[in-house]
């Protein structure tokens, strides 16, 4: 859906609250607003807002959509007062919104039916292959295991040598130790991640990445209550061709795209050759 298309059921929200609320009621206890004739009803604001209703902003929200109200209703005056007829006229316009929105959920609707959003490890390799040329890196990516060691803990030095041994037993030992202490850790070594990423985790300072991850590979830092262990397992740097494995969400997502443009044109097509062999459609 466009951003014109949200605009227009936005303002079209707008004008039939206003339409609901153009009436003038006898009960004037429960009138909260009057712009000229127009009258804000306290059960509609309730009804518009319940949703949004909290204990602790109940009256704010209140009171941010009878100021809103009020907005709409002054700018709405003015429009009738300053605008022509043929300017105030939109007819074509909405009719055309309307046409638009609605075809949309038609496709929408068919293509959920009939799109197939599976795509097989071939399929997404033989579209790599084919592509390599289009997935050049734009930044550093590395494979690593990092885990944060709170500072109060033991043995540090016995827990760097049980990291760098790198045996599985001694991983999950790491793991256990950091899902007690609430602090973060990773290790899967067949997972591509942004260097930019990792460095939101692990406060490494380095002006020059690619120097950085050619020269390291066991790296052990401390920030405030956290010692960090983190071991570079492999690396890619931006401008080179990036792995497939880092690639293959992107991928399976570029095939599906293609099969629902394909897909749009066919439903199309077909409606279309439906309604002329239906004698539906007359050219003269």
């Not at 059960?43 to 909290?54: P, Y």
């Not at 734009?138 to 043995?155: A, G, H, T, Y």
């Not at 990792?198 to 956290?226: A, C, D, G, M, S």
Request: neutral net charge; contains cysteine; hydrophobic residues 35%.
């Amino acid at each position: 859906m466009t951003k014109r298309h949200l605009i227009f059921i936005i303002t079209c929200s707008g004008l039939v609250i206003g339409c609901k609320q153009s009436h003038t009621t006898t009960d004037n206890e429960n009138v909260v607003a009057r712009v000229g004739d127009r009258e804000l009803l306290q059960t509609e604001v309730r009804k518009r807002t319940i949703e949004q209703l909290d204990a602790r902003d109940s009256n704010l929200v209140y009171e941010e959509f009878i100021r809103n109200w009020i907005k709409e209703e002054v700018l709405l005056n003015r429009a009738h007062t300053v605008l022509s007829d043929s300017e105030r006229d939109k007819s074509d316009l909405v009719s055309q919104y309307y046409n638009d929105l609605i075809i949309h959920e038609l496709k929408q609707k068919m293509l959920n039916e009939r799109l197939d959003t599976t795509v097989s490890t071939e399929g997404i390799e033989a579209y790599y292959e084919a592509n390599k040329k289009n997935f050049e890196l734009k930044e550093n990516i590395v494979k690593l295991r990092f885990f944060s060691i709170p500072k109060e803990v033991k043995k540090q030095g016995r827990l760097w040598h049980l990291f760098t041994r790198g045996e599985e037993k001694d991983l999950l030992a790491l793991r256990r130790l950091c899902e007690l202490g609430q602090v973060n850790y990773f290790y899967n070594d067949s997972v591509w991640l942004s260097f930019n990423d990792v460095l939101k985790e692990v406060p490494i300072t380095t002006y020059n990445q690619e120097n950085y991850l050619n020269n390291h590979r066991f790296i052990r830092l401390t920030e405030k209550n956290l010692t960090y262990f983190v071991q570079i397992l492999d690396f890619r740097v931006r401008n080179n061709i990036s792995p497939l494995e880092f690639e293959k969400e992107r991928i399976k997502n570029i095939i599906i795209h293609k099969r629902k443009v394909e897909l749009l044109q066919q439903i199309e097509e077909e409606i279309v050759r439906e309604a002329y062999a239906n004698n539906k459609i007359e050219t003269f």
